[in-house]
C-alpha cells in the first residue's frame, strides 16, 4: 500500500468509528427522550404503554378525588378540548388544586388511563419579576390590571 491508500483508509475508519459514536449517543438520547403532550394530543397519537410521556393542562373542576389510603389520587387534566383520566400514588404538591395548571409524567395506559409516576403544579401565569414589570412601566408597554396582578404593579 502507498501512504496515500494508507491514509484514505485510516480516514475512513476514522469516520466509521465517528458515525458508530453518532449512532449509539442518539440511541442513547431516544431511550432518556419524554415527549409532552396536550391531552387533544394524547388522544389522537397511538403509543405504546411503555413509552414515558408528559402531559399537562387544567386540572377539571370536580375530578379530583383521593383514595382511602390517603395517598392514591385520581383527577382529570383538560386542555378546554378534551380531557384524560389520570391516577398517581404519592403526596401531591403544595399548589395542585382543581383549575389549576398540573405537568404529570408516566405511562398511558391500554384502558386510557394516565399512570402519573410525578405529578408537578405550575404556578400562576399572571407572575412577573419586580424587574420585568420595571421595565415594562419604563418602556411605556405597561398596562394596569393587564399581565400582572395590581399587587405586584404597586411592590418595589
Known amino acids: 500500500m502507498t501512504r496515500k491508500q494508507q491514509r484514505l483508509g485510516v480516514l475512513a475508519l476514522g469516520m466509521a468509528a465517528l458515525g ?16 409532552f403532550y396536550s391531552p387533544s394530543e394524547l ?3 397511538a403509543m405504546s404503554a411503555d413509552r414515558r410521556v408528559r402531559i399537562g ?20 387534566i383538560t386542555d378546554g378540548a378534551n380531557d384524560v383520566s389520570v391516577v398517581y400514588q404519592g403526596l401531591l ?4 388544586r382543581e383549575g389549576q395548571g398540573t405537568v404529570a409524567e408516566g405511562n398511558l395506559r391500554p ?6 409516576s410525578s405529578v408537578l403544579a ?6 412577573m419579576p419586580r424587574e420585568v414589570v420595571d421595565a415594562l ?4 408597554h405597561w398596562q394596569e390590571g393587564g399581565a400582572a396582578p395590581a399587587s405586584m404593579a404597586q411592590k418595589k
Open 20 to 35: 458508530g459514536a453518532t449512532v449509539l449517543v442518539l440511541s442513547a438520547f431516544n431511550d432518556n427522550l419524554v415527549f
Open 43 to 45: 388522544k389522537t397519537k
Open 57 to 76: 393542562g387544567l386540572v377539571e373542576a370536580q375530578s379530583l378525588s383521593r383514595g382511602v389510603d390517603g395517598h392514591g389520587v385520581a383527577f382529570r
Open 93 to 96: 404538591p403544595d399548589l395542585f
Open 111 to 116: 384502558d386510557g388511563v394516565f399512570a402519573a
Open 122 to 127: 405550575k404556578h400562576d401565569e399572571n407572575y
Open 137 to 140: 412601566k419604563k418602556s411605556g
